[in-house]
């Protein structure tokens, strides 16, 4: 495929995707897409590489009846073919900068002892951000890089998708007991094809190109 019918599926296909509030729960996305999305998530960028997040796939019909019930009731909790509740990881401080260095010397081959410059910016940037108090805010801004990507991808596959925040954060780290593994929920995305919605043969409304971005 050109460039040029790269660029066409592109913009196409984000002028198509919308927030899809109705699923079709007969219509399941396959393993394969579902894999793809996912692993699209897990090839997002992070400041410097930190990648503090988790992200929970909820199969658990059961599970997803009592999350419905602390994100007011919102029909794709249940509805879509699946659930990823996309966690940030509270235990920065105390394991980034380790896992952060092993995980890239085993990938690079290399000695940790090499790469003293990157362990310099890491124990930075963390005890930069725990004084002044940002840490939290910028672990969770991390995670809407990820969602962001994942929205492409699905787009691109035809696949429907609903970011979400309309939920109780707390109450969803308790049903999914995700205190105890270091983590919090940050935001959430369903996945699946759209059903009967007047809301997807509306027009996107967006500012025009040139208000919406200046070259300077």
Known sequence: MNKEKIREKIIKSLKWRYATKVFDSSKIVSEDDINTILESAR???????????????????????????????????????????????????????????????????????????????????????????????????????????????????DIDACPMEGFLPEKVDEILGLKDKNLKSSTMLTVGYRGVDKMSEYPKVRREFDDAIEFI
Do not use: C, H
């Open 43 to 157: 090839l997002s960028p992070s400041s410097i590489g930190i990648e503090m997040w988790k992200f929970i796939v909820v199969k658990n019909k059961e599970l997803r009846e009592k999350l419905r019930e602390v994100s007011y009731n919102q029909p794709q909790i249940t509805d879509a073919s699946y659930l990823i509740v996309i966690a940030q990881r509270t235990d920065a401080v105390e394991n980034m900068t380790k896992e952060r260095m092993e995980r890239t010397a085993k990938i690079l081959n290399a000695e940790e002892d090499s790469l003293v410059g990157l362990k310099t910016m890491l124990e930075g940037s963390i005890t930069q951000k725990s004084s002044d108090g940002s840490l939290d805010s910028w672990i969770k801004s991390q995670t809407y890089i990820p969602l962001g990507i994942m929205l492409e991808t699905a787009a691109l596959l």
